[in-house]
Structures are given as structure tokens and as C-alpha cells.
């Protein structure tokens, strides 16, 4: 788990000007995901399923049981802490089909997402073939589609969701470390969680800054803090998929 200092996020947030030299994608800019929402394309299967695009660092989709034409639901992305794998969110898919959201956990191609430590490269072109494939797979609601992750996996959401506002309801973060320059900024709301007893990333340093740097930008933010450790609980992951499922177009700005 990375981290770096509370100056990075008020910069990225605060001057919306470009602080870092970072890959540039296809179209010209950085860290740019160019999936389409769209009906499926092949049987929908319910249930938890690998993604089958990656022979080692793969992941996997959670379909829940009611999922249908007429029944189309949330999509939740969940990316994973650094040497983490998508099996962290195992746990979350009994919960996920009760309450009625898809769950794609992708993996990030080397030990944590590539931007976290570099550039933005490998990662986000996998990403958007596993959002493509989860679109392929289920019915989703293009409404509702959020974009989340712990530690590291939380840095790279809201990193992403900044520069690709466009293609997303919200993003839900469970204790990010910071956030990466961006040359542009787009709103978003976001749904953010951090222990106040968190020795990886400590909470003054990572999730209270960046909550400063949002609100201050014009971001709404659900945010609380936990007397506890690096994790993430059970009512706050169930509370995280009823924000997800709360989000509507109108209000996904």
C-alpha cells in the first residue's frame, strides 16, 4: 500500500491543472477508459464466474440470481490493494446477490495498479475490457455503474473516476491513500470509508485530507470514520452497495 502527501490531492483537486508527466492513452490523454455500456452479448449466466481474459492475474464477475432484461442492476468494480488478488472480495458476493448488484473484481496486471507507482498504462486497457465483458455478461444498469476499490485499489479509483466522470455514478472508496495528478478534473459522488486505527495508510495523512480537497472542489462526499484497522467491514461494504444502488441518472452527477 502506497502513500504519499497530503500537498498531492490538494493539488490534483484544488488546481485542475496537469502536476504530473504521465502515459498519455489512444486518444491523447492520460489514464482515458473508452468502454460503452450496452446489453449483452452473450447468455447471462447468474453467479460468480472468472473473467477468463488473463491466464494468471484474471479476476472474476458476480451475476446475482435475479439479474434480467427487465431487471437490470447496479454494477460495482472493486480493485484490490497492492499484492492483493480479486479473491479479497469473495467474501462480498453472497451479500452482493441479496441486495441485487453485479460485482467485476479485475486484477491489476504486476503487483499493485500500474499509476500507483508509475504510470497509467496495462491496467486501464484491462480494465475496460473486463467493464466491457461485465456489460457482455449481465444486465446493467448504465446508470448505476460505480467504480471502487481498498487501499491501493482505492487510490486508483478515485484517480481514475476524476478523469473519466463521464462513465460513471459514483466511486466508493475503502481507505485510498491519495489521489494521482489529473490534468482535468470531473465531478462525481463519492462514497468514502477509513479506520482511524489504520497503520498502513494512516488516516491523517490519506482519507481526511482527501475528504478536505473534495468538499472543497464541489464534491459530495458520504464519508465516515471507524474506530478500527486496514479493512473493510461488513456494514460498511453493505452500506457501500446500497449507496450503489441508490444512485440514479439525475443524480449521478
Not at 201 to 206: H, Y
Not at 222 to 251: I, K, L
Amino acid at each position: 500500500m502506497s502513500l504519499r502527501p497530503p500537498l498531492t490531492v490538494l493539488l490534483v483537486i484544488n488546481a485542475m491543472v496537469a502536476v504530473s508527466c504521465e502515459a498519455q492513452g489512444p486518444n491523447g490523454e492520460e489514464g482515458q477508459l473508452s468502454f460503452k455500456a450496452h446489453a449483452p452479448t452473450a447468455a447471462v449466466v447468474r453467479g460468480k464466474m472468472a473473467l477468463n481474459l488473463a491466464q494468471e492475474r484474471d479476476g472474476f464477475l458476480a451475476v446475482p440470481h435475479d439479474n434480467s432484461a427487465s431487471h437490470r442492476q447496479p454494477l460495482l468494480i472493486l480493485m484490490h490493494g497492492a499484492t492483493q488478488a480479486s479473491r479479497l472480495f469473495d467474501r462480498l458476493v453472497p451479500l452482493a446477490d441479496t441486495l441485487g448488484v453485479v460485482i467485476l473484481a479485475p486484477e491489476s496486471r504486476g503487483i499493485t495498479w500500474d499509476a500507483i507507482r508509475g504510470e497509467f498504462g496495462p491496467d486501464v486497457e484491462f480494465l475496460d475490457r473486463a467493464i466491457m465483458a461485465a456489460f457482455d455478461r449481465a444486465h446493467i444498469d448504465p446508470c448505476r455503474v460505480v467504480l471502487g476499490g481498498f487501499s491501493d485499489g482505492a487510490t486508483y479509483a478515485l484517480s481514475l473516476a476524476i478523469r473519466n466522470a463521464h462513465q460513471f455514478s459514483g466511486v466508493v472508496a475503502f481507505s485510498p491513500g491519495f489521489i494521482v495528478p489529473a490534468p482535468e478534473v470531473g465531478k462525481l459522488p463519492v462514497f468514502l470509508r477509513h479506520g482511524t486505527q489504520d497503520q498502513i495508510l494512516p488516516i491523517d495523512r490519506a482519507s481526511r485530507p482527501i475528504l478536505s480537497a473534495l468538499r472543497q472542489a464541489g464534491f459530495t462526499v458520504d464519508y465516515q470514520e471507524f474506530d478500527g484497522p486496514h479493512t473493510v467491514r461488513p456494514a460498511d461494504a453493505r452500506a457501500a452497495m446500497q449507496w450503489v444502488s441508490a444512485r440514479t441518472c439525475a443524480t449521478a452527477r
